[in-house]
């Protein structure tokens, strides 16, 4: 008998710890995937079959035909772009489950993108390291009430609306950054294009997704990014738009928390880190190339190198804590085979002292210095092991002290990219 039938998965690092892995995994056995938060920066990777497929705002079980995958509220949408990629998906020969998207998501228009891409250059050297996908600003618009919601563009003024808020745009862009303004009937009918396309899939999904955990169906909740990116609770300002700990994916998805029974950090075996920001185990030598290489720590979608660092505990404690973490699946565990020696950072020593906790602001985060316990490592390769059993001591080790400094259990965990390399030590979902 499953104990549960909803399931939240978040990122419980900087992101890139492998949530689309275990989206698809949990897929294979869900009757619904939510994505509750973000946009299109968030590219999630999953192999199976001996392939390698992306996705960046259709959730992850789109792979499973039984599946029905929902974009919520609390996405952003850029629907070009969500138009390209359902239509790369239905020309790889992989059958593929049925897309809803919630008539509530904010869009991201071609304003944005230009907005983004400005603001982002007129930081300088303070840059955030943002994607410049339009992500920040259709948030921004989001909270300001100048935001577009996807149901309006039902609305017989919405050509009128939208012209209102276009012309405002253009006058932010040409006042602020000399920015040459865009055509508004191109993007008036590229928009109207786009919607025509995918206007069959969008609903009230807020009583779909309700409905379907009070009729018994498995559903799963999709994070993006890493609770260590979430707008409130992250490092901030070096964070994204949205909050991507697991306690937005009732906001997110417009049910009551209530429903949500268990919630599963993803949590990368060690550390990693795209952009600008604290970092206080980032390892700036030939350990951390060599688990950059073995990893692919690359951006998904930017390919930009990720900086790679030792396990930091204190962070991932923070997280368990802002997200309420059951349990933690620990991925990429096959890239730390062949390191004589393992670090974990237990606590940060700040001016002198020694604190548990991640302070508020990027300038004191800076000046943390990590305090490590030391792990004997293994040489093994373990990309067959099929159980816990099966790995080498020294891991074994590692997993278990894992699970003693963050006092949360160890669900599973992966020696490979592929579904087969996953191995539950509980049965979750």
């Known amino acids: 008998m499953e104990k549960y039938n909803s399931l939240v998965v978040v990122g419980s690092q900087w992101g890139d710890e492998g949530k689309g892995k275990m989206t ?24 199976f079959n001996g392939q390698k497929h992306k996705v960046t705002i259709i959730p992850s079980g789109i792979f499973n035909k039984k599946v029905t995958n929902i974009i919520a509220n609390g996405c952003v949408v850029n629907l070009i772009n969500l138009v390209k990629e359902f239509e790369v998906i239905k020309k790889s020969g992989v059958d593929y489950g049925n897309l809803l998207i919630s008539d509530r ?51 017989d003024n919405f050509k009128e609306r939208f012209q209102s808020v276009f012309d405002y745009q253009m006058k932010f862009l040409q006042t602020m950054f000399g920015v040459e303004p865009l055509n508004f009937e191109d993007t008036y009918n590229d928009l109207i294009n786009a919607y025509n396309a995918i206007k069959d899939k969008v609903i009230d999904t807020d009583i779909f997704i309700e409905n379907a955990i009070k009729d018994g169906k498995k559903v ?26 697991a306690n937005n994916a009732s906001t997110g998805s417009g049910i009551s928390h209530k429903l949500i029974d268990s919630t599963m950090g993803v949590v990368k075996a060690y550390s990693t880190r795209v952009g600008a920001g604290a970092f206080p185990t980032e390892l700036t030598n030939e350990i951390g190339d060599g688990i950059r290489e073995r990893g692919h720590e690359y951006g998904s979608n930017t390919k930009r190198p990720r900086r790679v660092g030792w396990l930091d505990a204190v962070a991932l404690k923070h997280a368990i804590r802002t ?60 990309t067959q092991v099929k159980s816990f059993d099966q790995l080498p001591d020294a891991a074994k080790k590692y997993l278990k002290m894992m699970e003693k400094i963050c006092e949360v259990p160890i669900s599973g965990f992966s020696v490979g990219p592929d579904r087969e390399q996953t191995i539950l030590l509980e049965n979750i979902f």
């Open 24 to 47: 698809d995994y949990f897929a294979q056995r869900a009757d619904v995937v939510v994505r509750f938060a973000g946009g299109d920066n968030a590219g999630h990777v999953i192999n």
């Open 105 to 155: 998501v904010q869009l991201i228009l071609p304003y944005h993108i230009k907005i983004d891409e400005a603001q982002e250059e007129a930081r300088g050297a303070n840059k955030i390291g943002t994607t410049k996908r339009g992500i920040g600003p259709a948030y921004q618009d989001k909270v300001s009430r100048l935001g577009i919601r996807l149901g309006e563009l039902e609305d």
């Open 220 to 245: 799963l909740f999709e994070g993006a990014q890493g609770a260590l990116l979430d707008i409130d609770h992250g490092t901030y300002p070096y964070v994204t738009s949205s909050n991507t700990s």
């Open 323 to 382: 997200s309420g973490i059951d349990s933690m699946f620990i991925t990429l565990l096959d890239v730390l085979s062949g390191i004589d020696e393992i670090n974990i950072c237990v606590r940060y020593e700040l001016d002198g002292k020694e604190i548990n906790s991640v302070p508020s602001t990027n300038q004191k985060y800076e000046k943390c210095k990590p305090v490590y316990m030391s792990n004997p490592g293994w040489k093994e390769d373990i």
